[in-house]
Structures are given as structure tokens and as C-alpha cells.
Nanobody, 129 residues
Framework: QVQLVESGGGLVQTGVSLRLSCAASGRTLRNYAMAWFRQAPGKEREIVSTISWSDENAYYTYYADSVKGRFTISRDHAKNTVYLQMNSLKPDDTAVYYC???????????????????WGQGTQVTVSS
């Protein structure tokens, strides 16, 4: 069993940066593929970014087109934590951001909700114009 807890959300202005954290307990995340999803009011949950399992420092990442070049996903095995660095935030980035995990040794990104086993409770990010 893996427990995921997101943090780092908040209310910010356009152009500002935030870093979200997803801390895991229960098991090491080393052998898990991780993802960040988000859900804006009235919209379906959508993929933001994924990161594959990693052997030492080698891993693969994926970004939705809407965040490519602005967001960076990373992981710290020592802290059993995954991060989402969000730069140049826009009002369209306003959403609840969820961290998700799936046990996997694949490098191919998985972008569908049903492909992930464990989920955090979400953290709200609000970007004002």
C-alpha cells in the first residue's frame, strides 16, 4: 500500500512559480511510475506530467502540450518524493492537482487515470489574472 500526500498549492498571480510536492509513505517509489493530473472546475481530470521508474538517475518524462516548457517533474528517492515545478503560471492552470502512482518498470508514459493505482487527496492551485 502506498499513501500519497500532495502539498505546495496556493493562490498566486499570473507569471509566478510554485512547486508541488508528493510525499509517499508505505513503500519506496523507486519502482513506481508517477504522474501529476489536474482537474479544473467543471472539467474532467487531465494528465499534466509523468515520470518513469528510475534506476539511479535515468528516467523518462512526459508533459502535456499545455505545460511543456513551463513545468518540470522530478523525483527524489532519498525523500521518497515527487515534485512538479510550475513556472510562468497562467489562470488556465487553476485546478486541483493530484499525484498518482503505479507499480511499473515501463518507460512508456501512461496518461490515463485508470492506469494509476494510488492517488493523493489533491492540492488546490489558483492563479489569478
Amino acid at each position: 500500500q502506498v499513501q500519497l500526500v500532495e502539498s505546495g498549492g496556493g493562490l498566486v498571480q499570473t507569471g509566478v512559480s510554485l512547486r508541488l510536492s508528493c510525499a509517499a509513505s508505505g513503500r519506496t517509489l523507486r519502482n513506481y511510475a508517477m504522474a501529476w493530473f489536474r482537474q479544473a472546475p467543471g472539467k474532467e481530470r487531465e494528465i499534466v506530467s509523468t515520470i518513469s521508474w528510475s534506476d539511479e538517475n535515468a528516467y523518462y518524462t512526459y508533459y502535456a502540450d499545455s505545460v511543456k516548457g513551463r513545468f518540470t517533474i522530478s523525483r527524489d528517492h532519498a525523500k521518497n518524493t515527487v515534485y512538479l515545478q510550475m513556472n510562468s503560471l497562467k489562470p488556465d492552470d487553476t485546478a486541483v492537482y493530484y499525484c498518482a502512482a503505479r507499480p511499473s518498470f515501463e518507460v512508456r508514459p501512461r496518461t490515463k487515470e485508470f492506469e494509476y493505482v494510488y492517488w493523493g487527496q489533491g492540492t488546490q492551485v489558483t492563479v489569478s489574472s
